[in-house]
T-cell receptor, first 112, second 116 residues
Framework: GNSVTQMEGPVTLSEEAFLTINCTYT??????LFWYVQYPGEGLQLLLK?????DKGSNKGFEATYRKETTSFHLEKGSVQVSDSAVYFC???????????FGSGTRLLVRP | GAVVSQHPSWVICKSGTSVKIECRSLDFQATTMFWYRQFPKQSLMLMATSNEGSKATYEQGVEKDKFLINHASLTLSTLTVTSAHPEDSSFYICSATSQGYSETQYFGPGTRLLVL
């Protein structure tokens, strides 16, 4: 079946450190891939997305590249800020489907 | 653009009462809305999908008589938790899409329900 696997958190970094949150997926066909961010007490916000292989989604300094050969969509940021502390969800949307399938989420804590 | 609101943002109720949560798309017409439930420190679980003017489609294991969903217009969907019990306490999040399937879902800020 379709699934998304994320690295377990929490991930704790110092400000300005490099961030990688791993995400791999299992799906047939060509799903769209997403990263959502959830700040404390809030709903999810779309951070970035990619709809086909080799696409790179980017937003607010975050990037993720759709790698079909490794079925991955790892989230990266070159220099994190305290305000990036949140829970990050990787998700996929299968072709001709309406159901977003979420990973378990990775909590990021950035210390000053 | 693509703003989704929820009301109320939090609610406390007594066991046995019913609670209605509203989800609105503020600047677009939402042909499809989704309702999720999120337990503490866990991922989102899709409860049901609603299309404007038709009955909601519930996921396996979700009681349709307990979680009533109405999508009466292209900008409003409601979730009513009937005869709420403490185990229904959770964070409920809605999302909406403007062009049906395979479009980006925009999420509301969530509603925290506490049943005493």
């Amino acid at each position: 079946g379709n699934s998304v696997t994320q690295m377990e958190g929490p991930v704790t970094l110092s400000e300005e450190a490099f961030l990688t949150i791993n995400c791999t997926y299992t799906a047939t066909g060509y799903p769209s891939l997403f990263w959502y961010v959830q700040y404390p007490g809030e709903g999810l916000q779309l951070l970035l997305k990619a709809t086909k292989a080799d696409d790179k989604g980017s937003n607010k300094g975050f990037e993720a590249t759709y790698r079909k050969e490794t079925t991955s969509f790892h989230l990266e940021k070159g220099s994190v800020q305290v305000s990036d502390s949140a829970v990050y969800f990787c998700a996929l949307l299968k072709d001709s489907s309406y159901k977003l399938i979420f990973g378990s989420g990775t909590r990021l804590l950035v210390r000053p | 653009g693509a703003v989704v609101s929820q009301h109320p943002s939090w609610v406390i109720c007594k066991s046995g009462t019913s609670v209605k949560i509203e989800c609105r798309s503020l600047d677009f017409q939402a042909t499809t809305m989704f309702w999720y439930r999120q337990f503490p420190k866990q991922s989102l679980m899709l409860m049901a999908t609603s299309n404007e003017g038709s009955k909601a489609t519930y996921e396996q294991g979700v009681e349709k008589d307990k979680f009533l969903i109405n999508h009466a217009s292209l900008t409003l969907s409601t979730l009513t938790v009937t005869s709420a019990h403490p185990e229904d306490s959770s964070f409920y999040i809605c999302s909406a899409t403007s062009q049906g399937y395979s479009e980006t879902q925009y999420f509301g800020p969530g509603t925290r329900l506490l049943v005493l």
